[in-house]
């Protein structure tokens, strides 16, 4: 069995316990790691050459620091990650409500326990996940929320003065003391009580009700905020900006495949009913409709386009395609193009977009985003295959409805009128002859939209949830045949 932990001030101090800074516990913490080789920051993609360095270096650095993302930039799961660069525990004096070091503790209370105990003070060990403390930065956090109030309760009780310290009730940043206090969108945060953030912090005082209280905090401080607020409309006060140490800028992924390691992390694709398979291709479009947005001049880029789009869109395409699994009594879901079409309120809830983007409509918008998608996933897959045969078929009158409501089987059937077609997809790759039928039928339809992106084609609605291929040129339905029996 491991040895007690010391329960009293004197068993603490015959132990040899030292304490020291939670930057020097956190720089200690994460020089260990390093040398061993561990990662740090887990769930976190795209930024091994970018921001973690940086936030190693505000770390070996002890800085206080700053994340300046858009919105879905994994800023918040990055600052709660750092709680594992703590100490498993460590000891505090019993009753403290600012976590006060039994061997210098700053409270007055914390004072007045050691005075009259002394090494029979009580202490007690704080785990390193009740030493992490967040607060939503908003116009209406007030100091009493941040720093603390006269509590005309405890003066009652105690006795006290209302000047006195020992009648305040602490807000949450004395509550992280010897812990890590994250302020989300710092900007937000009125002035009066950023100056009361900074006194703190610089001077190691505060005012509660014009009395002055001496209380030398030792914390972590790390904010977030969005650069638009940050910058340019100057909300946050310049001794506060000059306090803190490093501003790391965070970015959406670089790469598509970055983006679709992030989102297949944190979709919810595995159901409980029907089991589904996802087609990489089906993936990647929906990758890329964030992408293209992050590019279009319609979208407001000073708002950004959260990883939650893609995210959302897949949740919303494979919720697509169980429903049409269990309508049809299939024992697979295979999410296929028209399921992209079908998830269009998880896109158009997620774009802000720009005058322009408005006159032309959200809808409008995020269809030609999944079109483009489609021809980009396309041609990054089987870009230059003889598509010729197909395009004639259309043009000479050929028509095709295709349904996203339709079985897999009954689509091949389809697209089987469509010369060419599926051994386009088989030859290209995108879906071998040993591939699933629902992967055969997904991949029918991707070369279908990336011929209607590259106006190759034309698509004309029939219906909710139903597409309809046919020539550029206007021609009329032709022979061909309805995979969804219409």
């Known amino acids: 069995m491991p040895p007690a932990r010391p329960a009293t001030l004197g068993a603490l101090k015959a132990s040899g316990y030292t304490g020291r800074s939670v930057k020097d516990e956190v720089r200690a913490n994460l020089v260990a790691r390093l040398r061993r080789g561990e990662k ?8 091994g050459d970018t921001v973690i360095p940086q936030l190693i270096n505000a770390i070996l650095a002890r800085q206080d620091l700053i994340l300046l993302g858009l919105r879905g930039q994994a800023k918040s799961r990055i ?3 750092m709680t594992a660069l703590l100490d498993p525990e460590i000891p505090v004096l019993a009753g403290s409500e600012v976590n006060d070091d039994p061997l210098a503790p700053i409270s007055r209370e914390g004072r007045l326990l050691v005075e009259e105990a002394g090494d029979e003070a009580p202490v007690r060990w704080l785990p390193r996940g009740n030493r992490y403390v967040e607060k939503l930065a908003t116009p209406d956090v007030t100091v009493a929320d941040l720093i603390g109030d006269v509590d005309p309760i405890k003066a009652a009780r105690g006795g006290h003065l209302l000047s006195d310290e020992l009648t305040i009730h602490f807000g949450l940043l004395p509550r992280a003391n010897r812990g890590l206090f994250a302020l989300n969108e710092l900007p937000d945060l009125a002035g009066k009580i950023q100056v009361g953030l900074f006194n703190i912090l610089q001077e190691g005082d505060i005012q ?3 009395f002055p209280v001496r209380l030398v905090l030792d914390v972590f401080l790390l904010f977030t905020a969005n650069p638009e607020d940050y910058t340019a409309r100057g909300k946050i006060i310049t001794p506060l900006k000059d306090r803190i140490g490093a501003e790391i800028r965070t970015h959406y992924p670089h790469r598509v495949a970055t983006g679709i390691e992030i989102t297949r992390q944190e979709a919810w694709v595995e159901r409980g009913g029907a089991a589904v398979t996802v087609p990489g291709f089906v993936a990647e479009v929906v990758e890329r409709i964030a992408f293209l947005a992050r590019a279009d001049k319609r ?3 000073r708002s950004g386009v959260s990883q939650r789009l893609p995210i959302s869109v897949l949740e919303g395409v494979v919720s ?3 429903r049409r699994a269990l309508r049809l009594g299939e024992d697979a879901a295979v999410p296929r193009i028209g399921d992209i079409y079908a998830s269009l309120p998880m896109i158009t809830g997620k774009l802000e977009l720009e005058y322009d983007g408005e006159l032309q409509g959200a809808e409008r918008i995020a269809r030609e985003l999944i079109a483009g998608a489609s021809k980009e996933a396309y041609e990054a897959r089987a870009g230059g295959a003889d598509v010729e045969q197909i395009v004639e078929y259309f043009e000479s009158g050929g028509a095709l409805q295709v349904s996203d409501d339709a079985a897999a089987d009954a689509c091949i059937r389809g ?3 469509v ?3 599926l051994e386009l997809v088989a030859l290209t ?4 002859e040993s591939a699933d039928t629902g992967t055969r039928a997904a991949a029918c339809e991707l070369v279908l939209e990336a011929l209607v992106a590259g106006r190759r084609i034309s698509r004309s609605e029939g219906g909710y949830g139903r597409a309809r291929h046919s020539s550029p040129l206007g021609h009329g339905p032709g022979q061909g045949r309805d995979p969804a029996g219409a």
Not at 40 to 47: C, N, S
Not at 429 to 432: E, K, Q
């Open 429 to 432: 790759g995108l879906a071998p």
């Open 419 to 421: 010369p060419g077609l």
């Open 79 to 81: 600052l709660r990650q």
């Open 415 to 417: 697209f089987a009128q």
């Open 208 to 210: 509660i009700k014009g």
């Open 40 to 47: 740090l920051f887990h769930g976190v993609h795209g930024y």
């Open 320 to 322: 697509n395609a169980e």
């Open 299 to 301: 979208v407001d880029q």
